[in-house]
């Protein structure tokens, strides 16, 4: 019985090579460059992907620490809030408007203008910390020169913000109210003043203010009633600007950046374009081999190679570096003459050169290390000066 078997060997290619091998060389050919374009384009995906925006600045919205806000910030946008973060009063002035609320969370770095330009606003106010803000909004009330520390305090008051609120732990001083359109709550125990950590002053506009941030914070939003009082502050009307002064407002309108320009997909595909040509020119770049010495076309006798420098020299009337080259040569020749090295010092080169020729030390040293020539005059006097006293040391 004769047994024929199926498998039959791969047809030869007219070079001797099969199909497989000829697929392996291109693979081997191929693997480095896809796995750079792969490389390429993972960090381009990676680059890509919407990155949450995070920062670190005090009762930012966009903080997620202790020190921060982004708490609140979600659960007023979850309840349809919108809410507008800037770092500037002129941004601040321009987004807010009537029928809005503006957020001002500190009063440290704002100048007399700026406070101007925000009592001016349409939009109803919320102050934190309102240390001389204060006046410039509403003359209904003012600020107490006491201060508590942080501690639980009630309402006390029939603001119904403040009841719904219960108690908060606030610290600061506090404020107190001048006539009846202002409303203070949350006083400070055995306080005298007879004021609070709240205040409320109804009018054309309603004006809110904190004596802390603290209940603002994330560490904090949860505690007391805290968050019912930050919420029915910040959350009365649909649109809120949230501004957060910064050393950089100078209050003026700036126009946009070259980044706010941009799309957002520019930064990502930029960083990947830069890759792309940094692959490129390390993979085309030329590979410098060893230096290889190949004769001259042209042989250029040393003296035809002196004169020509003289002359250039001479043309540009660089008299200091002629006289530089010469004293340079007479030194070099003439210490090696006195078996001296060639790393020995001036004092050294001077002293030696005086006792070889018995003249004096500040002769050599003008000769050698003295100001340079400023004519043709000078220059010519000067090289046959260091012949002479190269020709001294020669007699030696």
């Known amino acids: 019985m004769t047994v024929t078997s199926d498998l039959s060997p791969a047809p030869v290619i007219g070079d001797g090579t099969t199909s497989r091998s000829r697929a392996g060389s291109r693979w081997r050919r191929a693997r480095w460059p896809l796995a750079i374009v792969g490389l390429v384009l993972l960090v381009g995906l990676l680059a890509a992907l919407p990155a949450p925006r995070t920062s670190t600045v005090a009762l930012a919205p966009d903080n997620p620490s202790a020190l921060g806000s982004r708490a609140l910030a979600e659960v007023l946008r979850d309840q349809g809030v919108e809410i507008t973060y800037v770092r500037s009063s002129a941004a601040a002035l321009e987004a807010a408007g009537a029928g809005s609320t503006l957020l001002v969370t500190s009063d440290a770095m704002l100048s007399d203008e700026q406070a101007g330009q925000i009592a001016a606003s349409e939009a109803d106010l919320v102050l934190v910390e309102p240390v001389w803000l204060l006046p410039f909004v509403t003359s209904a009330a003012d600020t ?54 709240y205040l409320v002053v109804e009018g054309e506009r309603r004006v809110t203010a904190i004596s802390d941030g603290t209940p603002l914070t994330n560490d904090a939003i949860t505690a007391e009633g805290n968050a019912a009082l930050a919420l029915r502050m910040l959350g009365r009307h649909d ?141 010519a006097l000067l090289a046959r000066r260091l012949d002479e006293l190269e020709s001294e040391v020669h007699r030696t």
Do not use: K
């Open 239 to 379: 649109h809120l600007v949230w501004y957060v002064p910064s050393l950089a407002d100078s209050g003026e309108a700036s126009g946009p950046a070259l980044r706010d320009m941009l799309p957002p997909w520019a930064g990502p595909v930029a960083l990947q374009l830069l890759l792309v040509a940094a692959v490129a020119g390390v993979w085309r770049a030329r590979r410098l081999g060893r230096v290889v010495v190949e004769p001259l076309p042209v042989t250029v006798r040393s003296g035809e190679a002196t004169r020509g420098r003289g002359r250039l020299y001479r043309r540009s009337r660089s008299y200091g570096h002629a006289a530089a080259a010469l004293r340079a040569g007479v030194a070099t020749r003439t210490a090696a003459q006195l078996g001296l090295p060639r790393s020995a010092p001036a004092p050294v080169v001077i002293d030696a050169l005086a006792r070889a020729t018995g003249r004096a030390n500040d002769d050599v040293a003008g000769l050698l290390y003295g100001p340079p020539p400023t004519d043709d005059t000078g220059l």
């Open 144 to 197: 107490t020169p006491e201060y508590a520390p942080s501690q639980v305090r009630t309402a006390e008051c029939a603001d119904p913000d403040a009841r719904a609120a219960g108690t908060v732990t606030v610290s600061g001083s506090g404020f107190i109210a001048l006539d009846d359109d202002a409303t203070t709550c949350f006083p400070a125990p055995g306080g005298e003043s007879g004021g609070g950590a």
